[in-house]
């Protein structure tokens, strides 16, 4: 089993920049990647952005690149989410997620993710 606890979220004026952390307990060593996801009222939880250990692989969803970045250390269990320029429709809870699938097809998919952490608030204001 792996844990995860975020931190990080809280409320931001649009333009606005917020550092989401996330960290892993438990069985790590079988971690090949973390993930942020989201979920607004009313819409399904949607990939924001992937980190691969091996190879350093990531991706964004559209909506979010350029002013999202995802960084991490495979070594101290650890994913961040910094994100600049926020706008209202940022507003979700985000959450953390650990896969176990090596195949970077695998990691655009809600359910090729094994673990997930209770979610953090993230609230933009217009």
């Known amino acids: 089993q792996v844990q995860l606890v975020e931190s990080g979220g809280g409320l931001v004026q649009a333009g606005g920049s917020l550092r989401l952390s996330c960290a892993a307990s438990?069985?790590?060593?079988?971690?090949?990647?973390m993930a942020w996801f989201r979920q607004a009222p009313g819409k399904e939880r949607e990939l924001v952005a992937f980190?691969?250990?091996?190879?350093?692989?990531?991706d964004y969803a559209d909506s979010v690149k350029g002013r999202f970045t995802i960084s991490g250390d495979n070594a101290k269990n650890t994913v961040h989410l910094q994100m600049n320029s926020l706008k209202p429709e940022d507003t979700a809870v985000y959450y953390c997620a650990v896969t176990t699938r090596l195949s970077r097809s695998y990691y655009y998919r809600n359910m090729s993710y094994e673990y997930w952490g209770q979610g953090t608030q993230v609230t933009v204001s217009s």
């Open positions: 438990g069985r790590t060593s079988s971690s090949n990647g």
């Open positions: 980190i691969r250990w091996s190879g350093g692989i990531t």
